[in-house]
């Protein structure tokens, strides 16, 4: 086994990112972890539900023993074994509305590279759309399109969605473990070929709310990208009441997302709650996909840190254009605890600047993966 890395939870952002990130790459490596100031850039520092049920969920992918492992912990320790050859289904339950995709992004990767030519299930609980949280949308329509071009798929199914603060949302995830994850070249933008959405509400939350929530991401986008010489494409936005027998609780939101001529994918997403933000839902949203489309990017800002850790795992150098913006913070994030973690191996990201938009640089992110191969998927 290799040798312990401590790790400062207290790096870049702070949050829960550095723990996730951290634990996956201890799973595939082997490498044991010591983890001090977990969450201390959060109002409520240390484990939240959601954040112990990742611990956990990893620990049973790789055998690992664990200390430190309860709520509010700030120190913790993972000492991780080979990867499960045995378990097919691996379940996490945060009994609470923590965000279910975050579950998601610790437990992928892992799951890709199980020693086992089976199925990988996940059965994952909690919130479906909460605040501070990927919605399971943009883990369905933007990552997993993403994640194919890296050469990998899952397959889901959304039994009931859960809002917050109920939460009680149950995702399935089926994996195909993979031999190894592909380089990618994502440096085109090209132009948008269209947008689509679904703009819900659930429980007592009066069908209206939907249609001003869609209403509002069509005019902001149209106005938006006229005024910025961009041709608007065909905009459909869904607008419906989700049914009872699947949807836990009362809630609101609007997930939309663009394609563009040459395969990019962009999402954005807006969510109403009982204490309204500064921004109404479809406004958000609609801000949301301007952003990349506005800044040259090939990704949105919240695929720009999922993103690492399979770039760190694949086989090749990628390179990834993330305009005119450069990098955000959960970004830089992912980078250093990547870099951390697979130092022995070499890893290093680099911006590149590659070409100038208006007034503004283009940065392209460039990674020599670590090639990691799963020895039993042939």
């Not at 005119?324 to 022995?344: D, N, P, Q, R, W």
């Amino acid at each position: 086994m290799a040798s312990l890395i401590k790790i400062d939870g207290s790096l870049g952002e702070g949050g829960g990112q550095v723990l996730r990130i951290a634990l996956s790459l201890s799973a595939l490596y082997e490498i044991p972890i010591e983890i001090n100031n977990i969450r201390a850039g959060r109002a409520k520092p240390g484990l939240a539900a959601q954040h112990l049920k990742g611990v956990e969920l990893v620990k049973k992918m790789c055998n690992a023993e664990v200390s430190g492992a309860y709520i509010g912990s700030t120190h913790l320790e993972f000492y991780p074994k080979s990867l499960n050859k045995y378990e097919h289904e691996f379940e996490a339950d945060t009994q609470t509305a923590g965000c279910i995709c975050l579950l998601a992004q610790v437990a992928l990767p892992c799951a890709l590279f199980l020693p086992q030519k089976s199925d990988i299930i996940l059965v994952l609980k909690g919130g479906t759309n909460v605040p501070m949280g990927p919605h399971i949308e943009y883990l369905t329509e933007v990552m997993r399109p993403i994640l194919n071009k890296f050469g990998a798929d899952f397959d889901f199914v959304v039994l009931k969605r859960g809002y917050y603060p109920k939460g009680k949302g149950i995702v399935h995830l089926r994996i195909k473990p993979i031999r190894n994850l592909n380089a990618v070249q994502i440096t085109d933008p090209g132009i948008p070929r269209g947008i689509s959405g679904w703009a819900y509400v659930a429980g007592s939350i009066n069908i209206n709310e939907a249609y001003k929530m869609a209403g509002d991401a069509k005019t902001i986008l149209t106005k938006e990208l006229s005024k910025n010489n961009i041709q608007v494409p065909a905009i459909n936005i869904e607008s419906y009441r989700e049914d009872r027998g699947v949807a836990v609780g009362h809630g609101s939101g609007i997930n939309i997302v663009c394609s563009t001529t040459t395969g990019c994918i962009f999402g954005g997403s807006g969510l109403d709650t009982v204490h309204k933000g500064p921004i109404f839902p479809g406004v958000n949203a609609a801000n949301e996909i301007l952003e990349p489309l506005l800044a040259n990017s090939c990704i949105d800002e919240h695929t720009q840190d999922q993103i690492i850790i399979f770039m760190a795992l694949a086989r090749g150098i990628s390179r990834v254009r993330v305009g005119s913006k450069k990098l955000t913070l959960h970004t830089e994030t992912a980078i250093k605890i990547a870099e951390i973690m697979l130092a022995s191996r070499g890893l290093h990201f680099r911006l590149v600047e590659n070409e100038s938009v208006g007034d503004s640089p283009s940065y392209i992110l460039e990674c020599e993966g670590c090639g990691l191969i799963n020895n039993f998927v042939k």
